[in-house]
């Protein structure tokens, strides 16, 4: 008799839903004793070095609409284009910058904002620079998975020119999605999920 070998069937997916801002950000939702601060909210000290910038945007559906109850979490090099992580065999990142950031957007106006500095460049997996870039990952309700995605900066033209990623984006006028706009100290970036203007999203 042949026993049936019963494979695992894949797990149903589920979106984020409301519950990841009570787990990740209860400050955020009212919730007090949990954490002094919602982790990720303090990139910075008086002691990080670099170029102070602000980073603000809003997460936009097919619609045209800011979602409000979407998560951001970014992650980038100091200032010196070294990462904070165990993994960072290049030399040692600046210990009074984190590295990594955690914000909600607005419940009024959906908007996030992250107060950290400009990142270094680092190299690309075959050695070659990458421009300066912080990498964002975003989720929402109606998200089943994580998006991932990555901000330049306008003015890095030269840099972004020669940028291995930047340079693997096929429709070249979709690249401009990635790049922010403003100026140094402050930058924008929205970030559209569907429509004429959907940012790219990375498969990582």
């Not at 939702?29 to 949990?34: A, E, L, N, P």
């Not at 940028?163 to 922010?180: F, I, N």
Request: hydrophobic share 40%; with cysteine.
């Amino acid at each position: 008799m042949v026993q049936d070998l019963g494979y695992l069937k894949e797990t149903a997916s589920q979106t984020a839903g409301p519950y990841v801002h009570i787990g990740l950000t209860p400050n955020f939702c009212g919730i007090s004793g949990v954490y002094k601060a919602d982790l990720g909210t303090s990139m910075v000290n008086d002691k990080t070095l670099g170029q102070r910038i602000t980073v603000r945007g809003r997460v936009i559906d097919g619609a045209g609409m800011p979602l409000k109850d979407a998560l951001i979490e970014i992650w980038q090099a100091d200032a010196s284009g070294l990462y904070n992580s165990p993994a960072e065999m290049r030399g040692t990142a600046d210990p009074n910058f984190a590295g990594w950031g955690r914000c909600p957007t607005s419940a009024e106006d959906g908007v996030f904002t992250f107060e950290t500095v400009k990142p270094g460049r680092v190299p690309f997996k075959d050695g070659r620079l990458m421009a300066p870039h912080i990498t964002l990952w975003i989720v929402a309700r109606g998200i089943n998975i994580g998006l991932h995605t990555r901000m330049y900066f306008p003015d890095e033209a030269a840099a972004n020119a020669e940028d291995p990623l930047l340079a693997r984006v096929e429709h070249r006028h979709r690249a401009e999605t990635l790049v922010a706009a403003g100026a140094a100290p402050s930058y924008t970036f929205d970030i559209h999920l569907q429509g004429e203007k959907e940012t790219v999203f990375l498969d990582i």
